[in-house]
């Protein structure tokens, strides 16, 4: 039975409802579990004694229980019944058999992904309804939404108001403090941008865990609600904006609850029918459908067969506002209101009454591919944004991994069924030699470790049940989940993670490198020891993990390959046998392989958590993507990957079908230059080189769907210091001025380099002619074999200008500025050469204490912050020359599948997808 027993002095029947049990307990009174007259679970409400007034009062309270009971049954618990003439007054609505979003965030972690997208819908569709009603909530927080089978509904609407009407309540009692409005908080007049603002509180508590401006003094957090900007963890994307907008501190300017419903149904790809503005009830159909229709059969309900908990919550402080520093880096005193994509801070709202002029934002959000390993020849490319409008809003939109698809996808879909795939060739399956994305892709659903990046570029656990950092994070302990086990049975214990990372340490192909920094890792690499001294299994569930230095990212590094489990039959990195056919604990296990040609998964049944919907997937593995799209195209596939050349013609194929998928990447395209010596050896001609560049035409010439730097770090993976790059703007007067600095006149000659792939041969053209345009440079470009690409960038003689393309190994800003830029990442040989990844040769004391500052701040806020001062630093110094951020695009069978969101590598989510 749902809830709790009656206790003793509970009532056993009101009116003419019988009491079954507890449901739970507030500040306006007791809910129980009811049973109506004619056999049908309901929520009976009893309010305490001290709301029940005099003759005028209650009169008051039943007219705004009646204006509730009007509200139109979207998403909602609808008022069924009531009662204001009793001792004690009671009301009556739908039982929803479902645990409160507070509850699963505490229990299983934030939201992401399509759940959290759904949930957004859902809930301002309840909204909307609510106030086409006229009602005002006044007490929208995650305890009053209610996670049903069918999708999030909204309950206690109207109650607020009603009891505010006795006037037994004072006006900063109606609410809870962490989601009150300044205006509720202020005393003023409330309204419907009262519960606009309560919902973008509960959005970044349900994306983040945490409430958007603290939990610890009711003062404090009514402070900040009414002085600072809110805490957003890693709320991304249009939702990011759109949560911004409705957490302006003025009313007048946050958007109507319609307003974001539609905005949320377009990024959905839903397109409402008719001209003009669409009327409400089918605008609330609409969400209430989206909403309905995405939820699993039963997707809350607690069960032993579980899929991992929400984003990892260990590195997010309790209180994201310790010491009161406002996130983001915004100056004391500062206009706090936030940004947003409704319009600029002017007194007026110009959307209050045009839905039709909301406008689209080209924020991306976190994705990602992990980057090429040099020598590798892989072309790396995006394509243009998907359109899609509805009759009231149309725009051009980057979505969070959201299929361009005429209508939601059906209900959890249905079990069984083969998925069939063509991609890129791996190189390697196994989790100690992946390094290509494709390689990833293979090993992470072979292999589960201890936490998982989800779809959003968030981190959560998997196989670890507690992972805790010391105060510096320079040690980590996990806690490993017990009685899991490999496919042949072998179990899945401390010591298996041991051997994992031991032999991926001692690997020479794949990301070993990820392990720089866990301690005696340069001794297993050398050969001085067959195991790294810092990491220790500690009985069979704990690992005691020491670094060399600090990084409070840890926990997201070790969800990448090369720190999964392995059975004991793994021997070395260089057992074929093993490697051909890897034996692993993930979603899926090899059925058959054949290099370079094709892999079948088939579902692993000893797997940990949630058993994938899919009997099998079949892999092939093509070398012309041109032809593997006919072949989708001709129904020999339902997932095909699209690159390069590739893109624009899956864009004319399949935008109007609906059969394109889109995501932002984590992949970023820069001129790396030369700064130890050389024409860029000067900061003024690395800044000169920066403002003469034109980068919207240049992307706009490339037509790929770039966009334009505005940070070092790609926009994509949280923590980029977006619109940080000042000297990312189009200026020829300050770059003159610089290259004249700079000793660089007209007639300067620079080098630019770059690899031989006709991939880059626009890109090349483009760029020496902008810089011999604006600043009279002779630039030489030399074209190089990919095999002598970085060695050359490496090599004694390297000078000038490099073009280059990098993605994070994993959605951390901490990851890329460590990776490129760190002073660690330069190993200097005698014979001039360089080893490293800081093919820059950067090196600067102010970017490395900034740097390793960050690493070692466990407060998530404070992390970004000290990240984005330290890209500050190379911004200033131009260590990197950011030209534009890439895009991920693919091509679905959305006709016959659902659940193929892609991952931050750019691939479907196999566990999620389904036959429909």
């Not at 998403?75 to 409160?100: H, K, M, W």
């Not at 992470?444 to 570029?457: D, R, Y």
């Not at 793994?570 to 604990?585: I, L, R, Y």
Request: charged share 15%; hydrophobic share 35%; proline share 8%.
């Amino acid at each position: 039975m749902p809830g709790s027993p009656l206790r003793a002095n509970d009532p056993t029947r009101v009116g003419s409802y019988a009491l079954t049990g507890r449901l739970g307990e507030g500040g306006q009174g007791v809910v129980y579990l009811g049973k109506a007259p004619d056999g049908e679970q309901v929520a009976v409400k009893l309010l305490h004694a001290q709301f029940s007034g005099d003759t005028k009062v209650r009169a008051r309270f039943a007219g705004e229980l009646a204006s509730a009971k009007r509200v139109a049954p979207f998403c909602t618990a609808r008022i069924l019944d009531a009662d204001v003439e009793g001792d004690t007054p009671y009301l009556v609505s739908e039982f929803i058999d479902g645990p409160s979003l507070r509850q699963v965030v505490d229990r299983e972690g934030p939201r992401s992904g399509e759940a959290l997208q759904r949930l957004a819908i859902g809930t301002v569709t309840a909204l909307a309804a609510i106030h086409e009603a006229g009602i005002v909530h006044r007490d929208f927080k995650p305890s009053n939404v209610l996670l049903a089978a069918d999708g999030p509904r909204v309950i206690d609407f109207g109650i607020a108001r009603a009891l505010d009407a006795t006037g037994t309540l004072s006006s900063t009692a109606v609410g809870t403090p962490s989601y009150m409005s300044p205006e509720q908080i202020s005393g003023h007049a409330v309204g419907p941008a009262t519960d606009v603002f309560a919902w973008g509180c509960t959005m970044v508590f349900a994306a983040t865990g945490n409430p958007a401006f603290g939990q610890d003094s009711i003062p404090a957090v009514m402070h900040r609600i009414l002085n600072q900007e809110p805490y957003l963890g890693m709320l991304m994307g249009p939702l990011r904006e759109i949560v911004t907008a409705c957490l302006w501190k003025d009313p007048n300017r946050r958007p109507t609850a319609q307003q974001i419903l539609l905005r949320l149904l377009s990024h959905e790809g839903v397109v409402l029918p008719g001209a003009g503005t669409p009327a409400p009830t089918t605008i609330l159909q609409e969400g209430a459908q989206v909403a309905a229709e995405g939820a699993p059969s039963n997707p809350y309900a607690p069960a032993g067969d579980t899929p991992p908990p929400g984003t990892y919550r260990n590195d997010l402080p309790s209180n994201p506002y310790v010491g009161d520093t406002p996130p983001y880096g915004r100056a004391p005193g500062a206009d706090t209101s936030p940004p947003g994509p409704y319009g600029p801070p002017t007194p007026y709202d110009p959307y209050r009454t045009d839905p039709a002029s909301l406008p689209y934002s080209q924020q991306t959000v976190p994705a990602g591919r992990r980057r090429t390993r040099p020598g590798v020849v892989a072309a790396i490319a995006a394509g243009a944004v998907v359109l899609i409008a509805t009759a009231a809003v149309a725009g051009t939109e980057l979505g969070n991994r959201s299929h361009n698809k005429p209508k939601p996808n059906p209900t959890g879909g249905r079990a069984g069924g083969t998925f069939r795939i063509a991609m890129f060739t791996p190189e390697n399956i196994d989790p100690s030699n992946a390094v290509l994305t494709s390689d990833v892709f293979a090993a992470e659903n072979l292999f589960t470790g201890l936490t998982t990046i989800q779809p959003n570029g968030s981190v959560a656990k998997a196989l670890a049940t507690e992972m805790t950092p010391n105060s510096g994070c320079t040690q980590w302990h996990f806690t490993i989940k017990q009685g899991t086990t490999f496919s042949d049975g072998s179990p899945v214990d401390a010591a298996a993670f041991v051997r994992g990372w031991n032999r991926a340490a001692h690997g020479n192909k794949g990301m070993g490198y990820l392990m720089t920094g866990i301690q005696g890792y340069s001794d297993v690499l050398t050969g001085k020891s067959t195991s790294m001294s810092g990491v220790v299994a500690e009985g069979t569930s704990g690992l005691r993990v020491t670094l060399t230095k600090a990084d409070c990212d840890f926990a997201m590094r070790v969800a990448s390959p090369p720190f999964a489990p392995v059975p004991s039959s793994a021997g070395d990195a260089t057992n074929a046998t093993f490697n051909n056919q890897p034996v692993g604990n993930g979603p899926f296990k090899v059925s058959q392989y054949t290099a370079r040609s094709r892999l079948t998964l088939v579902r692993n049944d000893s797997y940990a958590f949630a058993k994938p919907k899919l009997d099998r997937v079949d892999i092939s593995f093509v070398s012309s993507l041109d032809q593997s799209l006919t072949d989708f195209g001709r129904g020999q596939y339902d997932w095909v990957e699209v690159e390069g050349s590739t893109i624009n013609t899956a864009r004319s194929l399949h935008s109007s079908d609906h059969k394109l998928v889109t995501a932002a990447s984590s992949t970023m395209t820069y001129l790396a230059p030369t700064t130890d010596k050389g024409p860029m050896q000067k900061k003024e001609a690395r800044l000169a080189v920066s403002y003469a560049l034109d980068r919207n035409a240049l992307t706009t010439a490339l037509n790929q769907g770039y966009t334009p730097a505005t940070s070092l770090v790609p926009p994509a993976v949280p923590g980029a210091d977006v619109n940080g790059c000042t000297a990312c703007t189009y200026n020829p007067t300050q770059a003159k001025q610089l290259a004249q600095q700079a000793g660089l006149g007209p007639g300067s000659k620079v080098t630019f380099t770059s690899t031989n792939l006709a991939t880059y041969d626009q890109l090349v053209t483009l760029v020496q002619n902008q810089l011999k345009s604006v600043l009279g440079w002779d630039v030489q470009v030399r074209r190089l074999d990919p095999a002598k690409f970085y060695p050359d960038m490496s090599g004694k003689d390297a000078a000038g200008l490099y073009r280059l393309s990098w993605a994070a190994d994993y959605p951390s800003a901490e990851s890329v500025l460590d990776a490129l830029l760190s002073s660690d990442n330069i190993q200097r040989k005698n014979d001039g050469t360089i080893s490293g990844t800081n093919y820059a040769r950067y090196s600067s004391q102010a970017f490395d204490s900034a740097l390793n500052t960050a690493r070692a701040t466990n407060d998530a806020t404070q992390r970004t912050q000290r990240l984005q001062a330290a890209e500050k630093v190379a911004l200033d110094d131009m260590a990197l020359i950011p030209l534009y951020s890439h895009t991920q695009y693919r091509v679905a069978d959305t006709t016959n599948f659902v659940g193929m969101d892609l991952d931050y590598t750019g691939f479907p989510v196999l566990t999620a997808t389904a036959r429909k």
